[in-house]
Nanobody
Framework: VQLQASGGGLVQAGGSLRLSCAAS????????MGWYRQAPGKQRELVAS???????DYAESVEGRFTISRDNAKNTVYLQMNSLKAEDTAVYYC?????????????WGQGTQVTVSS
């Protein structure tokens, strides 16, 4: 199983970015999907998560600005980030709970850098 994340970059404050994370390989189904971020000198934190039925949860710091979604047919999770702030600068990681034929395991994407200039 592999996760391929994309969509990071450099953007001015107030701008938008959309992150994508696609899972591939021997996948029976996917449970929860989520995005985390880690800023320099800080611990990794949960940004947003989404259940298989589309129930979402957000960190308070991004509520109302970020939107997580998923395409189950494509095994892909997205994070639409609007009204970006300098404090959103971090490496963003996707995490996906994948169900195989006889196992369940969390997988992490490789991380994509988001830099917001003020």
């Amino acid at each position: 199983v592999q996760l391929q994340a994309s969509g990071g970059g450099l953007v001015q404050a107030g701008g938008s970015l959309r992150l994508s994370c696609a899972a591939s390989g021997r996948i029976f189904s996917i449970n929860n999907m989520g995005w985390y971020r880690q800023a320099p000198g800080k611990q990794r934190e949960l940004v947003a998560s989404i259940t298989p039925r589309g129930i979402t949860d957000y960190a308070e710091s991004v509520e109302g600005r970020f939107t997580i979604s998923r395409d189950n047919a494509k095994n892909t999770v997205y994070l639409q980030m609007n009204s970006l702030k300098a404090e959103d600068t971090a490496v963003y990681y996707c995490k996906v709970e994948i169900v195989g034929a006889s196992w369940i395991q969390d997988y992490w994407g490789q991380g994509t850098q988001v830099t917001v200039s003020s």
